[in-house]
């Protein structure tokens, strides 16, 4: 999960109900908040952060490797011995 701490349609509140909620349920996931307005990855107009955008894309492809790829298959296949 990214957000923007500046960002006024999701309130600290919302943003905490649904990281309790997500904890609760024993969700496997990340958490980062970004000192940026609202649609701060968006490459147009005066809230575009190109260096936070940067490190969310990167977070997102290396999730995206790590999960699709062959991250877990070799991570899975050296747990069972069949590496």
Known sequence: MIW???DPHIPPEG???IYNALSD???HFQWHE???AHAFLRDEGPRYDPAAARICYDMALELFTRKLGEGDQRAAAAS????
């Open 80 to 83: 069972t011995g069949t590496a």
């Open 34 to 36: 970004f000192n940026a």
């Open 25 to 27: 349920a024993g969700a």
């Open 15 to 17: 943003r905490a109900l």
């Open 4 to 6: 923007d701490r500046q």
